[in-house]
């Protein structure tokens, strides 16, 4: 869960810290409120990978003051393991894998942890403490827990008044929610009605505990960040469509000046498959393509093959627009026993190409 001070605090979350303000508040420094820089992003695109980096503090909130009672570093391992082994399944941010890593370390109190670390207090009491991250919207607008807009992230705090408190000992899969908050997310679940989800909201780790980390978080996580543009990830290209043709096209090797596009045509009494072979110089966006197509007629069969000239343009919406220029090309017609040649102009034609998700370039 998170509290917020933008919105009001569910009630459990107003009694707890209260509480919890009251049995240590001899502990509390009177440093000022401010938010860490305790998140960072860092993109590989020869690997794929996109990795978060986490600091965190962690002081015991339930020392008495004068008392030596530092966080044990196996507390702080376990809890390390937990957040890294349940975020750390593989999700996808389009075809980038998303590592999470947690640099932790003991801090003697609150008041301690840097500018660019989370501090979290954990609290060591006999009853066991409901997790919370005291966190609040990055900007100004409306919460929107389906938003991946950056003003929509959710910033942990540093608080002197209203402490990120976690209980030193709960489920793995706590830790990982509440570091869910750290990394920018909203609950899914609607406070109002326990066990529901909040409109549109997925099943998944924000959701409840038994959830998963998922792409859908993933992808949050970082278009929440505003450091990484998700649209300029190198994921290749795909194009798909039916027109006069169904064709299916990937560019997956942004390396690889091959671009290949798979078609058919059927129509009645006639099959054709074409294959479309363009090499396009990643500088200049232009090159060359070469067109070869097998089809069957009524009682015979054809091959043609050709060649042409293709551009490539960038367009405002993202996508890619490849123009292949007006080609003749030059065919065999094998039919009732007597072979022909023929040449015919093939139109200029263009294909769309969009930005690959997984799902095409794994
Ligand atoms: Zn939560």
Redesign the pocket.
Known sequence: ??ARRSRPRSILASVLAVVLLAGVAGAVSADSTFVPSGVTFKVDDAARTITVTAKLAFYNRSCTPGASCAVPAADISRITRAIESMWNNGSKVRCYTLIVKVEARAVASQAEAGQTEVDIGLDYGPITIRA??HGQHAGSAPPDHLSNSPEQRVEAAHDPAAPTTWPSQTYDRTYA??FG?ILGLD?NYDTSRPGFPLPGASDDL?FRKQGEVTNEMATRVVERSGKVDVKKLKCGWFTEGTQEKKWVGKHCDEADADWTINAEVSTAGLRTTELYTAVIDPKTHKGTYSYESIGEIAGGTYTQNGKGVVTTAEQSDGTLLMSLSEILVRGVITAGGTTQSVTAPIPATAFTWKPAATAECP
């Open positions: 869960m998170t919370f991250v929610h509440e908050h609950d924000m």
